[in-house]
């Protein structure tokens, strides 16, 4: 199955974690619905099968991977069937002009808090999703070995090195982080949210990057990746940027 396979490749990117973690999460999902109708994944019939896929067509591709891998076990009947889904992904393109000029902002003003001016940055200028984002601890933050004015981020599977402008940007956001209360110790993650240890929620990140003008849809990431793609190897994309192979194909 992919998941060993992505296992047996070393440790596992922060991109590769939350793949896995959504598989996991449709797994058990379409189980418990299984469960409430009486059934197991064992005994399941298609009619059961298809109610779910019905009512979670985004899922579509996450359980007939699932569904595949359990009949190759003898954890499922062998006749449980999903189509594979139509790709029906938004590829629009935000403009580089619009794009570069909105990061430059965000880079820019300080009437914009310091958490957006950052994360508005790493999804217009490295393709970066708000589900990565609020994943990010202070210990993902890398210090270039020869350069004091540029530091790191471990997206992927090699350090992607962030322009200086940002990467001071990146440093006051982990100098500025709220303390947990009673401990006094700084919250871990690079954007903490309300609740003690843990980071802001993607969705809430990503209401208030829309909020500064930054595209709630793929149109900056799209932009900020094919524009990365234009200068070197897509390999090297997927490599930076934390991608699957196959996406950064794409």
Not at 103 to 114: N, P
Not at 181 to 206: D, K, V
């Amino acid at each position: 199955m992919a998941h060993r396979q992505i296992h047996q490749r070393g440790s596992l990117t922060i991109g590769t974690r939350t793949y896995l973690k959504n598989h996991l999460r449709v797994a058990r999902q379409l189980c418990l619905h299984l469960r409430g109708h009486r059934s197991s994944l064992g005994t399941c019939l298609q009619p059961l099968v298809d109610r779910w896929v019905a009512a979670h067509r985004v899922r579509q591709g996450e359980v007939r991977r699932f569904l595949t891998w359990a009949a190759a076990h003898q954890l499922a009947p062998k006749h449980l069937a999903v189509s594979a889904l139509a790709n029906c992904e938004d590829r629009s393109i935000m403009s580089d002009r619009d794009r570069v000029v909105l990061a430059h902002r965000l880079e820019t003003d300080e009437s914009i808090t310091l958490p957006v001016r950052v994360s508005g940055c790493l999804v217009l200028q490295y393709g970066q999703h708000c589900t990565r984002l609020v994943a990010l601890k202070a210990d993902d933050v890398l210090d270039h070995p020869s350069d004091p004015a540029v530091c790191g981020l471990k997206v992927g599977r090699d350090p992607l090195w962030l322009r200086p402008r940002l990467s001071a940007l990146v440093r006051r956001v982990i100098d500025e982080r709220r303390p947990i209360a009673a401990t006094h110790l700084p919250n871990p993650y690079l954007f903490p949210g309300r609740r003690p240890g843990q980071p802001i929620s993607a969705s809430t990140l990503a209401r208030r990057l829309a909020a500064h003008g930054v595209p709630a849809a793929r149109l900056a990431r799209n932009g900020a990746i094919l524009a990365m793609v234009d200068n070197i190897h897509w390999k090297l994309v997927a490599d930076l940027l934390g991608l699957a192979d196959q996406t950064a194909y794409q």
